[in-house]
């Protein structure tokens, strides 16, 4: 599956922003699709999960501020940032795959595709 990340950009800190992940060649009904940021100079970190059966898994960073989401209509996921914090600046990646077991799902390496990067920047 072929996938596109858009939504970033600069806000300031306590507002909210949704980036979108449009996939192609596939769908995503039937797969695990995440989001990753990675800050300048740090590793590529997790974010958040939403498995194919609706279960959503979240870093406990953003858990309670941000929320994944998949309109299987448009074949899109989403992933909506409230009360976003300078810390939360950072390039970020959705990745999708059809095979992900629970054990992996924080594991960037263990997805198959990836969308370009989204920048998101906060400032304070």
């Known amino acids: 599956v072929q996938l596109q990340a858009s939504g970033g950009g600069l806000v300031q800190a306590g507002d909210s922003l949704t980036l979108s992940c449009a996939a192609s060649g596939r769908s995503f009904s039937r797969q695990t699709i995440a989001w990753f940021r990675q800050a300048s100079g740090k590793e590529r970190e997790f974010v958040a999960a939403r498995r194919w059966n609706g279960y959503t898994y979240y870093a406990d960073s953003v858990k309670g501020r941000f929320t994944i989401s998949l309109d299987n209509a448009k074949n899109t996921g989403s992933l909506l940032m409230n009360n976003l914090r300078p810390e939360d600046t950072a390039v970020y990646y959705c990745?999708?795959?059809?095979?992900?077991?629970?054990?992996?799902?924080?594991?960037?390496?263990?997805?198959?595709?990836w969308g370009q990067g989204t920048q998101v920047t906060v400032s304070s």
């Open positions: 990745a999708a795959d059809p095979s992900i077991i629970l054990s992996s799902i924080r594991v960037s390496h263990s997805y198959g595709s």
